[in-house]
């Protein structure tokens, strides 16, 4: 069969991905990047907040399409929309074939082969809309009761095809989440946080170098809680020091930690291991004591700015990375007037901004969203107009520097601009350097360059190489 997957989403949906595809080759399947001709179609879903939800029917409705007339037999759904909302899918979708949630990846094969179809829901559906209209993400309901959480996570010895550039690749160190913060819906989606053994990160990750790979980049939906479920503290520390010596790997980078698991030993490892980028993403939420409360995260205002003085100290030039979200349940603009001023205190490298998504199944469902959603958008805007003039001031001030960076390829612009990344830039969702006056046949995609920093444009560096 030829197989063609859309992967929607974070990169921890996106690992999902990768291995459904290494399943899907090892069974001797045919992978194809053209919809349009494959035999299969598998849409990888997000249902974090609604627009992830809006896209991923619409992916579905478009794939949907393939059916009628055309190359495809099959379509299948993945993910958190599928594990969420099972059997409301193969309702109002009835072109759907097979729906597998989270924790039913490794029978992405017997799906493919036609031999599994939407199992029995462990959720319970309440249909809310006409089922001759289209479907939207909006009128999916779900009642709070659930079955058995997933447990399934991948090893090193499951077989995955990577779809990032060949020189860097996400590594999953675990799955889950044990955190019950009203907005979020994971634990449902993910289960319990479930930590994988530290040798079958460190096999993956020499097995990954072996292919080419120069930069890992660790993830899990709580970085820094790794090993605690194993009543393994300092297990974190302890992987980065192997993963340091792993020969090969070139930048090792920590993605999606949590404020109150940060210990020393792993603010040690950033400081001592070379190859561990100086760069920290710490998804703060908000500033505000009051919304964090409702919020139900850990710590508060004073304790924030504790962490990132004791982060900026006990590892220098770090850069920071973090998120807030607005628009929460009972957010007043004196909450926004102080996460501003936050802001403006810590001089975050990175920050995005989200607006509250009024999200069914979790804790905050319960309370009024009372926050119109002009005036969400209004205090997005605010909070990321500060962050641009704040920025744009520090990177003004590289000009001149020299820096070394990673090439990511050429520039979605121009074949004769080079896209790269500095230490301090994650793929994706950072700012990038972009290369001029520079020879293509010379420099490619995977190479570590110097470069003299001449110019900035918004979050954006322009560099020319040093060659």
């Given amino acids: 069969m030829k197989v063609g997957?859309?992967?929607l989403g974070c990169p921890k949906n996106l690992v999902d991905s990768e291995v459904m595809l290494g399943l899907a080759r090892q069974a001797g399947h045919e992978l194809t990047q053209d919809a349009a001709s494959a035999d299969v179609l598998v849409v990888n879903t997000c249902a974090f907040i609604d627009s992830a939800k809006q896209e991923s029917i619409d992916t579905i409705l478009e794939m949907a399409q393939h059916k009628k007339g055309g190359a495809c037999r099959r379509l299948i759904v993945t993910g958190c929309m599928a594990e969420r909302y099972r059997d409301e899918l193969k309702k109002e979708i009835p072109e759907i074939d097979a729906v597998l949630g989270t924790g039913e990846v490794p029978a992405i094969v017997s799906a493919i082969a036609g031999m599994a179809s939407a199992r029995t829901a462990p959720l319970a559906f309440y249909p809310t809309r006409d089922s001759t209209s289209s479907p939207r993400a909006d009128t999916l309901a779900v009642s709070?009761?659930?079955?058995?959480?997933?447990?399934?996570?991948?090893?090193?010895?499951?077989?995955?095809?990577?779809?990032?550039?060949?020189?860097?690749?996400?590594?999953?160190?675990?799955?889950?989440?044990?955190?019950?913060?009203?907005?979020?819906?994971?634990?449902?989606?993910?289960?319990?946080?479930?930590?994988?053994?530290r040798d079958s990160i460190v096999r993956e990750a020499r097995a990954l170098a072996a292919r080419g790979v120069k930069e890992l980049l660790l993830i899990s939906q709580d970085t820094t809680f790794y090993g605690v479920d194993r009543q393994a503290r300092g297990a974190l520390a302890r992987l980065l020091r192997e993963l340091n010596a792993v020969d090969g790997i070139e930048w090792i980078r920590l993605l999606y930690l949590y404020p109150t698991t940060i210990d020393e030993d792993t603010l040690a490892a950033m400081a001592e291991c070379e190859k561990i980028c100086k760069y920290i993403d710490l998804p703060l939420q908000h500033a505000s004591n009051a919304v964090l409360k409702r919020m139900k995260r850990p710590g508060s205002h004073q304790s924030y700015d504790r962490l990132l003085s004791r982060i900026r100290a006990r590892v220098p030039d770090?850069?920071?990375?973090?998120?807030?979200?607005?628009g929460f349940p009972g957010e007043t603009?004196?909450?926004?007037?102080?996460?501003?001023?936050?802001?403006?205190?810590?001089?975050?490298?990175?920050?995005?901004?989200?607006?509250?998504?009024?999200?069914?199944?979790?804790?905050?469902?319960?309370?009024?969203?009372?926050?119109?959603?002009?005036?969400?958008?209004?205090?997005r805007a605010r909070v990321m107009g500060l962050q641009k003039r704040l920025v744009q001031t520090r990177q003004r001030g590289r000009i001149g520097q020299r820096a070394?960076?990673?090439?990511?390829?050429?520039?979605?612009?121009?074949?004769?601009?080079?896209?790269?990344?500095?230490?301090?830039?994650?793929?994706?969702?950072?700012?990038?350097?972009?290369?001029?006056?520079?020879?293509?046949?010379?420099?490619?995609?995977?190479?570590?360059?110097?470069?003299?920093?001449?110019?900035?444009?918004?979050?954006?560096?322009?560099?020319?190489?040093?060659?």
């Fill in 404 to 467: 070394r960076v990673l090439v990511d390829g050429p520039s979605a612009d121009h074949d004769l601009v080079l896209k790269a990344r500095l230490a301090t830039q994650a793929p994706d969702i950072d700012a990038s350097v972009f290369l001029t006056e520079c020879d293509p046949s010379r420099v490619h995609a995977g190479d570590f360059v110097e470069v003299d920093i001449v110019g900035a444009r918004e979050y954006d560096l322009i560099g020319r190489p040093v060659l």
């Fill in 144 to 197: 709070p009761s659930r079955g058995e959480l997933p447990t399934y996570i991948y090893d090193a010895d499951t077989p995955r095809l990577t779809a990032t550039p060949k020189h860097y690749a996400y590594v999953k160190i675990a799955e889950g989440c044990d955190y019950k913060c009203a907005f979020c819906i994971i634990p449902t989606l993910r289960g319990h946080y479930r930590s994988r053994p």
């Fill in 333 to 379: 603009d004196a909450d926004v007037d102080g996460l501003c001023a936050f802001v403006g205190d810590h001089a975050f490298d990175h920050v995005g901004v989200f607006t509250y998504s009024h999200e069914e199944g979790t804790p905050a469902y319960q309370l009024a969203d009372d926050v119109p959603a002009r005036t969400k958008g209004a205090r």
């Fill in 318 to 326: 770090v850069a920071l990375r973090t998120t807030f979200i607005v």
């Fill in 5 to 7: 997957l859309i992967s």
